[in-house]
Every structure is written in structure tokens, then in C-alpha cells.
């Protein structure tokens, strides 16, 4: 058959040539609103790519992108990668080493940045001496003063360029972007994305069982265009020449809210905050009207149940659930609901919807235990997560000491998440590799002791580590910040675990303190209340008898 | 990423990973029914390899399937594609010395035929001389009498090999099967077919803007399966997991519409005539329900739009008319309604439902001019219809003749169809190239003339084709076959064309005979109108002068 190329002109050319007049649609910083279409788009994606080939940008050639989620943000998704360069969407969120050092691993030639994130460029300007050009995201009479050399406005960079442009063939493995991991663990680490990876998870996002993303379609995605592709939004949506909307920086509740109702949006995606404050600014404003929303993608963590009723009861908008990491471009499973699950009650059913979910057609995925054996399909096993498809990553960049340990020899990547499966093949992550607690030959899932502690109404929050034990190898340890004035003891959160989990489950020791320190993105870290819970458990006497 | 290979195995392991217990379900010629699962499919598939391993079938080699649509022809969609070989789908009904060809053209190793169809093989089996191997598509003790050999029982060549296989690492460019065009302009031409191709065909058919071929369909391949991949559906079934149903030698209306009902059949799809048959059935057995129907696919020739019309009433089932080739797999253009067109009245939309429609996604469509130029987007201007897709064939098999013409320099394959497109997108075939009447610089579809002939209520048989003009190079002349004691002359059928089409487009004679020829598959056979009224039309006076 014809050896057609699938490449990223290919998506960009098919909503040009069938939907030219169809909108995308931003609203700006200054509150007002920048509408035009795919045919206005493509002249300026074209014009761009005239200006990195005057820019004498070489094949293959990184430029970084520094910006909330606009149409120039949209133009940078196609014009590189189109002209057989490379968008690196870069993380202005990460502490300044990690954000220097991303640019660095990707040697960005060109950073092309939003007038308010100049001063995170600035403040590290001085380290990143690959960069030989910086673009902001303006007009020539909207340059804000920088320190930043040399500099030019987009709008001046794109002036006069034609308005068409020759693509290169280009082949199907050539990368066409980078993100960085978040770094949690260490250095974040490039996961260089193929043109053809990211041409068949467009496919793959349209598919009737996967996200339904179709022309029909109004989509608006939240989730930043620097987190793994935006979730693959914004190609899938141009794939299939689908309306979009850009909310640039304003992603607040109230913004959200009229924007979805402004722009008759049907489809969106963010992590579950962003729809928990959403709902409570609705509950407050009963005017705002969100009934064109057919369905929100949520991941980044798992949306808590009470959420998915309260928008399948009150705005007919169901919640989906993705799973799915940078390193998977990123959807790897959905919790979309097979023919088995829709004849379940509605109890049933949630229990579904709050899994990581089934996989989308494409995903090969296993859960493999200790021994390198699939787990039983009881949705109780606990396992590593493994996953095979042709747009999960085979390699970090300039990584050579993590590619050994990610990848296995049959060629899937271990994930680092535990989960369990069940018959009818849905995936449910449990924990993290490193938060798991493996006690004896068994796994203790660290996540969900926390859940049930925090829904003690005298917890006001909790985490669960392992510490070693002479016995079991690690047991948990429970780290509780009581609600103030509350009077709670360890027998009392031992009783209440005892109502849900069986007796190995329960934590060997209960710690009370002020405050569970965080990480910079948040989370409960871990790594120190490790060091600082620093001990051994003790066998029982029984247990010394068996040693 | 990944370099996971876009192979066939990948498609039926998803489904028995997933989907091990749906269901495929055969009506056998004896009027009973066959049932069994994925699971089960796929150890038979398992077994059907080996044997073709210990037949000594090396890489690359075909096998030739003569047999109706039933679950050993699903198994043989598997068995050798998955082991690195090729299935050669056969069409029985050809004429002998075209049957004989494709078999020769393929080289088929072993030939597997249904026991009513042995004699189909037997008359032919003295010039099959590649075929070292007959395997009739049945349990040992139902073998026929025949005079092929050698020749086995397909139960006796699966029985006692193992049930699992272990599938080689196929190169997604390599051969899996093998379609025939049917040749009604010379030999047969042989179209080899790519596991990319089908794999990318098959996920696009599960688009929510293609075919939405979903987990919780029940399908139905009527259109056979020798057909293009039986369009592609037992394949994009597979990948999502849905349940099939075959109807094996039981594709008249009675037996589809109890099949319909019994296995809560989704979606199906035929050519016209089957769906026009059906509703005949329908109207005189009202108990029959066909209300599980979602969609039906049509293709082969364009549906009426009353056939249409009538599903939409009576069964709610909406007809898709989908326009394809042997060439592309086939699906090329679906008559989906894109939200411009559902914005429309309803008359309006049926006026989009009887089009050949819209490109499916990874489909790049363009229509070309005498001059090699895209034609306007205005729905009049005609044109050849080009399409390029990975999905579309690059070559034709031993035909370096054909592959010369077939292609464009810049890599589109010439369909032969005369087409408009109008600004929407949306392609209407009117002509094949052959038969469009190019009358001076423009062109007179012969189609469009001949139904609206064979609208007029004296009109019993019509047909257009061209002839030579001294002016115009060509121009359209009818051939009519009147009703039974009609009193028709040219001057009224000069009338009746004249309320639709312009003056340029009328026929310049009318020739009244009493049947028109037809060729083997029931076409009117144009080559011998035009070989028969092998006339020259002669200039005018008036346009004598401009000579």
C-alpha cells in the first residue's frame, strides 16, 4: 500500500482542507476574545515556518515554548514539528533547576514565551546557552522590557512571510516534540514524542471507544499544552476538525464556567480540581449554563466518586477518567464504560468510573508481579503496571542508566504504578512502586488506607509509609494530623480501618503530628517522612518463634 | 516510541485479551447455528497455523479461500495473515477463465473451499497448477465426493495441533491478503494488501466520525467477505472487540431480517438491493423487528433516496452509503452528516445521504481536471476522483502496464470515477471515466441522464453513452427501451430531460430498442451500445461554419 507518511501535516492539512471555516478561539490575558480558523491558522503556521527557516533552525532543531494554552500556542504545536523541527513544551511550573535543566537536555535553540512568564526566562537566561533566539508570544507594541537578548515580537517574526509552504516529506519517526517528565523523583527526564506516535493517538482519541473526539466537537482544553501534549487535545481536535477554545490564563472556575457556556463547548479535559471548584462556583451561580458539555476527560489524580454524581446529576456531563502518563503521549486507559458495565446498576457502575479504567484500543497492558508473572484478573492482585503501544515511549533522553531499568525485555514499559485488574480487563491504580507496602509476599496499597483514614471526620490528614520489619520485610506506618481539638487515638483508627480492611492491611503504629510536609508540586513527601519515621518494627513474640 | 509494528496479530489479541467471551455466531447452510467466542476462535486460529506449518507453507506464501461468509472464513482471516503468510480472497463468481486467472496471478499453495462450492474448484483444478493442496470447509465425515486432491477436511487438518502459537515479528509493510478487482474491463487485477493498512483501516472504521464501530455493536458482514476485506468489517469487529454474526449461504431477506432479530444485529452492511429486498420482506411480515439496528452501510452502487427515506421511517435504522474501491481497502468516503449538513432541513440532508460523501479520516481526496487541475468546489464541475491514503494499494500485483496509468507522480491513485465536491467537502460520483460524455471542453455525466430517463413513466430501460461528433468531439446518445405500449417518441423525452438539465446536455438522438444488453454482473454492457451505434454525429450548419 502507499507508503503515506503519518505525519502531523497530514492532520493540520485535513482540517484546512475540510473544515477551513471552522473557529479556534482564545480568550486573551486582557480578558477579551481572539477568533479565527484553521485557514487562518495554516497561513500563519506556514509563515512561521518561514521564519524558523530564516532563523536558519536545522532539521530537527528544538525550540522551547514557555506559555499558557493560546492560538500562537497552537500555531508552535504545528509549525515546527510540520517543518521537520521539534516543539519542546517546556514546564514553567518546575522549580528553576528543573526548568533550566529541561531547556538544557533539550538544547532549545529558540524559546518562544508569554509576555507575563518572561521573568521565569530571565531569572535563568544566564544558564541556558543553547538559546540563540527569544520569541514573545505579542505584538511588536506589546514587548514588555526584558533583559532577554536577542529578542523579537511573534507577530514581527511572522510579518511578511508567506502564507503558504511547501512541507518536507517528512519520515514518520522523526520526533516532532519533547516533554519532561514532572521530575518527582529525581531530574525530569525528555520523553521525545514521533510524528507517527502522535498521528495514531489523534486516530486512536476519535475512536468510538476511546474519547469520541469528532468535527462535531467544541473542545477546550484546560490541561496545559507543556503536560504531555495537552493530553493529545489539541491534535485530536484538529484531526478531526473540531471547534477549539483556549482559555490562556484564565482558568479559574468563574472563567471556565462562562467560557464553556459562551463558546457551546462539548468536550473538555483537566485534572479534578479544576471541576470541584467548578461545581461550587456553579452551585453559586445557577445562571451559568453548562449544558453543551457532553463529557470531561479528568486525570492527573483520581476524581473522587461524589464528584462524578454530582456532574452526571446535576449537568448531565460525565465525568471520564483517564490514566495515562508523559511517557504515554499520554492515554493509556479510559474509564468508559463496555457493554457488561452498562447493564450494572448505577452502584456498580461508579465503582467503574472511578478506576484508572479499560484500555483504548491500541494499549497493550499488563499488571506483573515480583515473580515477572501477569497477576490474576480478580481486581485484587496488586502488580506493576506495564504498558506496549505504538505511542508509548522506548526511550528517555540522554538517559542511558534509566533506559536500562524502564523498560522490560519484550519491550513494554514498567510505569511504576501499581494496580490491580479485574475479568472484564478494567485497570485500577492502587499506588506507586515506591509508596507500596510490601509486606511478606503480599502488597498493602498505601493510597487507599490514606483515603480511608481522611474520611475519618477526626483526620485531618493522613499518609501511610512502609518501615522495615524484622518479621515482614516493611509494614505501614500511619502519620495522622488530627482535626484541632479532636481527642483520637491509635485504637480508635484501627477500629475504623477494621470496618473496611482486613487485619494484615492495618498499620503496625500510628503517628500524631502538626503537619504532613509536602512537595513543591503538593503531594505528601513521602521520601522525608521516610527518613524522618526512620525505624524498624519489631516481630511479636509469635512471629520471633517462626524467624 | 515504540517501533510496535501495526500487524493483525495485534488486532485479534486485543480481542481475546479483553473480549475473550463475545460472541461469533454463524448460520450454517443446514439452518442451524454455530456459536462461539474469541477465545475459542482464536485456539482454532492457533491450530490452523501450525497446520499451515507442517504443510511446509513458507513466508509470504497464499492460500486462496473460495467460501461464503461463515467463522472458519473469519479463522482463515487470521491464521495465515498472523503466521506471516497471505489470505487470497477469491471470488466465486467470476466467470472460469477469470476465476482461473486470480488464482494463477496469486499463485495460491492451497486452496480452501466451502463443500457447495467444490465444484466451482473441480471444474478449474486441471489449470490451478500452483495449487500443491484443496482443504474443504468441513468435519471429516461431511467431505464430498470430488475429484480434487489431494484434499482434507479442514477439521482433520486443525485437529490435534496445539492451541496456542507463538506469532512471529511481522514487518507491518508485509502482505496479509489479497483481493481481485472484478475486472469488468479486463483481467482481474490483483491488489496486495498490508497488516499497516488494514490495522490503520481498522481503527479509522472505529471513528466516531467514520463507521463508529464500537465493543458493543453486533455486526453483520453481509457484503461477502471475497469483497474487499468484506469492507473491512470482520477486521475493524475484531479490534473493537464486537460481537459478529455471519450468515453464511442465508443472505436472502427472510433469513437476514430472523438474523437481524435473534442476534440483536447493531449494524450491517450490503449493497442496495439487499436493504430493498428487505423492506419488501418487512412490509408483508410486520412481526419480524429489526429495531436494534443502528446504522446500515451501503456501498457497490448508490441507494435510492426513497430506500433511505423508508429506513428512516419504518425502522429507524439510517443508511450510510460509503463509497470504496478493492483499491482502498475500501472505505474512502462516508455519507456521515459533518454539523454543517445537520444544521440543514431534513430534505436538504437527503440530498448529502444519496452522495458517495465525506473523506474518513487519514483519506486525502482531490478531483482533477483535464488540465490536471483541482476542479472548483461548486458540486457541478466533474472530475476524476484521486485519492491517497495508507490504506490505498501503491501497485497492482504483475500489471506493470496498469501501474504506469494508475498513479500520479506525486503518489495519488486515478479511481476511474468522474466526481463534484461541493464546499463542504462532500464527493458525488456521477460518472465512471469511461462513460462520461466529454462533449467539447465539458462534461456530460451519462448517469445522471439515464435516471433521470428512466424516471418517466414511458420509460421501461435506459441508458446514455457517447459517440463521435464531427464539432463535439462527443455527445450523449440514448438508447431507450419503451414500456409496454407506449407511444414514445425523442420530443417527449427531449422535454421530460430539459426540465433538469441544461440545452448542451441533451442527447443529440434517441435510438428506441427492445432490450438493452447487459454484461455477467447485470450492468448494461456500454461497450457493445457503443460498438453498435458506432455512429458520427454531423455539425450543423451553424456549427459547420465555425469549423
Request: overall charge negative; some cysteine; aromatic content about 8%.
Amino acid at each position: 500500500m502507499m507508503g503515506v507518511q503519518l505525519t502531523l501535516d497530514k492532520i493540520l492539512e485535513r482540517a484546512v482542507d475540510l473544515f477551513p471555516e471552522r473557529e479556534l478561539v482564545t480568550k486573551l490575558p486582557d480578558g477579551s476574545t481572539h477568533r479565527y480558523t484553521y485557514g487562518d491558522a495554516y497561513e500563519r503556521i506556514c509563515q512561521l515556518a518561514h521564519a524558523l527557516d530564516e532563523m536558519g533552525l536545522e532539521e530537527g532543531a528544538r525550540v522551547g515554548v514557555v506559555a499558557t494554552n493560546h492560538y500562537r500556542h497552537f500555531e508552535l504545536y504545528f509549525g515546527p514539528a510540520c517543518s521537520a523541527r521539534s516543539i519542546h513544551m517546556c514546564n514553567m511550573r518546575l522549580p528553576d533547576h528543573h526548568f533550566v535543566h529541561t531547556i538544557e537536555d533539550a538544547e532549545d535553540e529558540v524559546i518562544f514565551v508569554d509576555p507575563a512568564l518572561v521573568e521565569k526566562v530571565e531569572a535563568n537566561a544566564d544558564e541556558l546557552e543553547t538559546v540563540k533566539q527569544y520569541v514573545i508570544l505579542c505584538e511588536e507594541d506589546e514587548l514588555p522590557e526584558t533583559d532577554l537578548e536577542p529578542v523579537v515580537a511573534y507577530e514581527s517574526l511572522l510579518a511578511g512571510h508567506p502564507t503558504e509552504y511547501e512541507w518536507p516529506d517528512i519520515d514518520e519517526d522523526r520526533e516532532y516534540g519533547m516533554c519532561h517528565t514532572s521530575g518527582t523523583t529525581g531530574l525530569p527526564k525528555g520523553v521525545p514524542y514521533t510524528h507517527r506516535a502522535m498521528y495514531l493517538h489523534s486516530i486512536m482519541c476519535g475512536h468510538v471507544d476511546a474519547n469520541q473526539v469528532s468535527e462535531g466537537d467544541v473542545a477546550l482544553p484546560v490541561v496545559p499544552m507543556f503536560h504531555a501534549n495537552g493530553w493529545g487535545i489539541p491534535y485530536a481536535a484538529t484531526f478531526a476538525g473540531a471547534k477549539q477554545v483556549f482559555p490562556s490564563v484564565h482558568t479559574d472556575p468563574e472563567s471556565l464556567a462562562h467560557l464553556i457556556d459562551d463558546e457551546e463547548v462539548t468536550v473538555s479535559a483537566a485534572v479534578p480540581t479544576i471541576w470541584l471548584e467548578m461545581a461550587n462556583y456553579l452551585d453559586e451561580n445557577p445562571d451559568v449554563d453548562i449544558s453543551n458539555i457532553d463529557r470531561l476527560t479528568v486525570g492527573g489524580s483520581a476524581p473522587p466518586e461524589s464528584l462524578i454524581r454530582k456532574y452526571d446529576e446535576e449537568y448531565d456531563a460525565p465525568i471520564i477518567q483517564g490514566w495515562g502518563m508523559t511517557e504515554t503521549s499520554p492515554l493509556g486507559t479510559l474509564s468508559t464504560l463496555r457493554t457488561e458495565v452498562e447493564a450494572l446498576s448505577p452502584e456498580e457502575q461508579y465503582e467503574y468510573r472511578t478506576m484508572a479504567g479499560f484500555p483504548v484500543p491500541g494499549m497493550q497492558v499488563r499488571i506483573i508481579d515480583d515473580d515477572g508473572e501477569e497477576v490474576p484478573r480478580d481486581g485484587e492482585t496488586m502488580g506493576e503496571l506495564e504498558v506496549r503501544s505504538p505511542w508509548v515511549t522506548d526511550h528517555y533522553h540522554n538517559r542511558p542508566e534509566e533506559n536500562e531499568q524502564a523498560f522490560t525485555d519484550d519491550g513494554y514499559l514498567r510505569t511504576g504504578d501499581i494496580a490491580v485488574r479485574d475479568e472484564l480487563g478494567y485497570v485500577d491504580v492502587v499506588d506507586r512502586d515506591k509508596d507500596v507496602i510490601k509486606s511478606g509476599g503480599e502488597w498493602i496499597s498505601s493510597v487507599q488506607l490514606e483515603n480511608d483514614l481522611i474520611a475519618h471526620e477526626d483526620v485531618a490528614e493522613a499518609t501511610v509509609v512502609g518501615v522495615e520489619h524484622e518479621r515482614w520485610q516493611e509494614r505501614p506506618l500511619a502519620i495522622v494530623v488530627p482535626t484541632a481539638d479532636a481527642d483520637l487515638v491509635a485504637d480508635d483508627l484501627a477500629d475504623h480501618l477494621g470496618e473496611t480492611f482486613p487485619d494484615w492491611w492495618l498499620p503496625d503504629a500510628y503517628e500524631f503530628i502538626d503537619e504532613i510536609p509536602k512537595t513543591s508540586t503538593g503531594k505528601f513527601d513521602k521520601k522525608r517522612l521516610r527518613d524522618r519515621f526512620d525505624i524498624v518494627l519489631e516481630a511479636t513474640d509469635e512471629e520471633e518463634a517462626e524467624l
